[in-house]
C-alpha cells in the first residue's frame, strides 16, 4: 500500500486548488460521502454503498480488516484515485482532484531526502502561497516546526532523523498548508509504541488547539479511541451462501468518553473498556478478514 506513497503526496503537495463544480450534495456535513464504490472487477466490487459525514472539527477514524477498501477510500477523499460511482464532496464542493486544501500524511513520511526539513515543509507552503517572500515562509515553517518540537533539526536532512522525527515533520508539513481537511493514513503504523505514543499526543494537542477536521485510518483500537470522536467499521467483501457480498460501513461509532481524556488516563475511563470490547468484537466476529 505505500510503495506510491511518495507520488501520492508530491502530487497531492503541487496541485492547485479544486476548482469548483455544480454538483450539490442533498445531505449535511463539512465532509459529505454519498454512496461510493470501488470495483477492480466489475462483479466484485471491493466496497460498495459507503455513505457517511464528518462535521467541521471533527476526527474521524476508520477502522477494518486489510483490503476491506480504507486506503482506497482515503485516496479518493485526496483526490489521488477515483470511485468507480458515488460523490465525495468537501466545504460543498465535489473532490475531483488533489487539492492544497487537504493535507496528507501517509505511513512513510514521503520526505524529499535531498532537502532539509525546512526545504521540505518550505516547498509545500510556497505551493499553498507562491505570493510569500522568504522572510515570511521562514516564520511559518518555523512556527509549525516548533509546534512538534523539532527546531533543534530544522537544518537537517531526512536521512539524518530517526523514523519518528521523519514523521513529525510529514505532520507539520501537513498542518503547515493549514488544509481544511487532513487526511491520515496510518501515519504512526511504523513507529514504536513508545515513539507513537508521545505523537499521538502532540497530534491531539495540535488537532484540538486548531480545531482541524481529521480522518485518519488506524489498525490500532485503542488509537482510535484515544483520538476519534467517531470511529467507522468496515467490513471486506466476503462470498455469502447468496453470492459475492462487497464491502461496506458496517456501523458508526460515536466515542462516549469525554474529550479531555488523554492517553494515560484512557483505560480508567467509564465505558472504554465496553467501547473497546465492542469494536475489537466487531472485528473479531463480523468485520470478515479474508
Ligand atoms: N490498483 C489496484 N488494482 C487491483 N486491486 C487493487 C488495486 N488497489 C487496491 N486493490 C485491492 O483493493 C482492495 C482494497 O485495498 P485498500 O488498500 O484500499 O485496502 P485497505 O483496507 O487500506 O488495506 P490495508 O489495511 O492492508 O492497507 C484490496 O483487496 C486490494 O488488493
Redesign the pocket.
Known sequence: ?WSDASVRESAALVAPVSAPTKKVSPMSGFLKVEQLA?A?QADKP?FADVSFTIDKGEFVCII??????????LNVLAGLDTATSGNCFMDGREINGPSLERGVVFQSHALMPWLTVRQNIAFAVKSRWPEWKTPQINLHVEKFVALVGLLPAIDKKPSQLSGGMKQRVGIARAFAIQPKMLLLD?PFGALDALTRGTIQDELMAIVRETHQTVFM?T?DVDEAILLADRILL?TNGQETDQGYRPGGMAEVVVNPLPRSRTRAQLHHLDGYYDLRNHIVDFLVSRAKAH
Open positions: 500500500m470501488k477492480y471491493v477494518g480488516h486489510s483490503g476491506c477498501g480504507k486506503t482506497t477510500i496510518e485510518i489498525h468496515m
